[in-house]
């Protein structure tokens, strides 16, 4: 019977012989990029890794990463656990993956006791992790092990060249009615007052979005901050207006592949009249004129005002993610490991 893990740095024997699980180093990039490319659309190297762990190390939430060997030393498996602004302050982030070659050996049990542990001891009551789609076995462990489905993410593609302008040119016609104007930080001037307005107002959106509700509310630092990391530009930071009042706002922002529509937000009383397609149709006709001819974004399974709208633009889903939530509270459940 696996032992249940209760301790940093620690030996254990299970049915498949004795293993170690340690914090992890960064002599174990090699390793651990190995394992990790078993799970990931595409690989990435040990440079690369070491990079984002050392920008994932400066940010000032807690975060710890495990490294699982096997009775020969070799490297099979690897956690990582972490606070974020990005989910509940009583949850924590896991990514979890264990080598395929080294599956239903009690493995990935051992490393979700040792998150699970971690995450206990910082105060974090639940885990929040994300399993490939195109990866139902693994849903099927997650789920054995007392994790249930939140909802499905995913990413959607639109063909910036195919796009039919004119199948939405009655957007125009429906804000001039309602007296709403679509506007830029640039034309509002991007003073300081109007990036910190802007801020107040993404904060304030992006609370009612499904994937945030009954989370705290970001601070203007967080947006702050995040705006920066997207890059995000004056002149595509749309902003819909009725007078004085902004009823909506979209932020385009540049990805390798493409465009990329970062945020559509509308506040609730101002639904129904098209504005977010509206804001959606502006954000594309700037990627058009920057010379994009593909956009990005994502959207969840639980947002079917937003999916209507995208689905109405032509946006094509593309594979996702199940994100999927449990206790951290120790519980034995099936056989086999998974990687997600």
């Not at 802007?198 to 967080?222: C, I, N, S, V």
């Not at 502006?282 to 920057?290: D, H, K, L």
Request: charged fraction near 25%; avoid cysteine.
């Amino acid at each position: 019977m696996l032992a249940r893990v209760t301790r940093w740095d620690m030996d254990v024997t299970s049915t498949a012989g004795t293993f170690t699980i340690r914090e992890a180093t960064d002599a174990d990039a090699d390793a651990i990029v190995a394992v990790l490319n078993t799970d990931a659309p595409q690989p990435t190297s040990a440079e690369a890794y070491l990079e984002r762990e050392r920008q994932a190390n400066r940010q000032p939430t807690w975060r710890t990463r495990w490294a699982l060997e096997d009775a020969d030393g070799q490297i099979v498996g690897t956690s990582v656990v972490n606070a974020s602004q990005w989910v509940r302050a009583d949850e924590h982030i896991l990514q979890l993956v264990v080598a395929p070659h080294a599956r239903s050996r009690g493995y990935g049990a051992a490393l979700l006791a040792a998150s699970r542990d971690a995450a206990r001891a910082q105060g974090a009551a639940r885990l929040r992790t994300n399993i490939r789609d195109a990866h139902p076995d693994v849903r099927a462990w997650a789920e054995r092990q007392g994790f249930t489905l939140l909802y499905h993410k995913f990413e959607s593609t639109l063909d910036l060249a195919a796009f039919d302008e004119r199948a939405h040119g009655d957007v125009d016609g429906a804000l001039a009615r309602a007296g709403i104007q679509l506007t830029d930080m640039v034309a509002l001037g991007g003073d300081d007052a109007n990036w910190t307005r802007l801020h107040d107002f993404f904060a304030d959106r992006l609370t009612e979005t499904p994937d945030m509700k009954g989370m705290p509310r970001w601070t203007r630092e967080q947006v702050r901050q995040a705006l920066l990391d997207e890059d995000a530009q004056p002149e595509w930071t749309v902003v819909a207006r009725r007078g004085e009042q902004w009823l909506g706002f979209s932020i385009l922002t540049r990805h390798p592949r493409g465009a990329y529509n970062f945020i559509t937000a509308v506040r609730p009383e101002a639904r129904g009249v098209g504005l977010g397609r509206a804001l959606k149709v502006e954000v594309i006709r700037r990627a058009r004129a920057a010379g994009f001819t593909s956009m990005l974004t994502h959207n969840l399974s639980v947002n079917a005002s937003m999916l209507a709208v995208n689905r109405r633009l032509g946006f094509e889903p593309r594979p996702g993610l199940w994100v999927m939530t449990g206790s951290t509270s120790w519980a034995v459940g099936g056989a086999g490991d998974g990687a997600h």
